[in-house]
């Protein structure tokens, strides 16, 4: 199990092959909160089959609720199998992610010592000039025409004829 957790396998922990790293590495663990919101949701989801919490007013859940009434033994396999792995799974991204930030705050703490604050601020600063366009766009309104319906931002405003009515 071990080499889940990003340690090696059991053959390398046991013989001591697999060194700690000498350069904290700073990653953002995007992926892997993608991964654990994915984990978390399949764990409820297990917990509501187990339960069998559905809403009897709804023909549809009123179904579910005959398909997955549980006989005591299948509920208990369920438990143990499908539900406990999911918590499993999910731990163990959520292991995964707090190793990562602990290795992020030495990063930065180095980072920090070495160039100053200003410096490790920026490093790890994923904005980029136009990143407003995307996130924030009302804050980039001014900064150029990102209207969908260019043709009616102020700017363009000349552009668009005027016919007279002769």
Not at 11 to 26: E, I, K, P
Not at 50 to 78: C, I
Not at 151 to 166: C, D, F, G, Y
Request: glycine fraction near 4%; charge should be positive.
């Amino acid at each position: 199990m071990s080499g889940a957790f990003g340690r090696g396998s059991y053959r390398s922990v046991v013989a001591g092959t697999q060194n700690d790293l000498r350069r904290a590495t700073f990653y953002p663990c995007a992926y892997e909160l993608i991964q654990l919101h994915k984990a978390h949701k399949e764990v409820i989801r297990h917990f509501y089959v187990r339960d069998k919490v559905f809403d009897n007013k709804f023909p549809g859940t009123a179904l579910a609720n005959g398909l997955f009434k549980f006989v005591p033994n299948r509920r208990e396999s369920y438990h143990m199998r499908e539900l406990m792995e999911s918590i499993r799974r999910r731990s163990i991204w959520m292991h995964r992610i707090k190793q990562q930030r602990e290795i992020n705050a030495k990063a930065l703490a180095m980072l920090e010592q070495q160039h100053g604050e200003g410096f490790a601020a920026d490093a790890i600063s994923f904005t980029t000039p136009d990143s407003d366009a995307y996130f924030a766009p009302q804050r980039y309104q001014d900064v150029a025409n990102s209207w969908p319906n260019y043709w009616q931002h102020p700017s363009v405003r000349h552009v668009v004829p005027k016919p007279t009515v002769a």
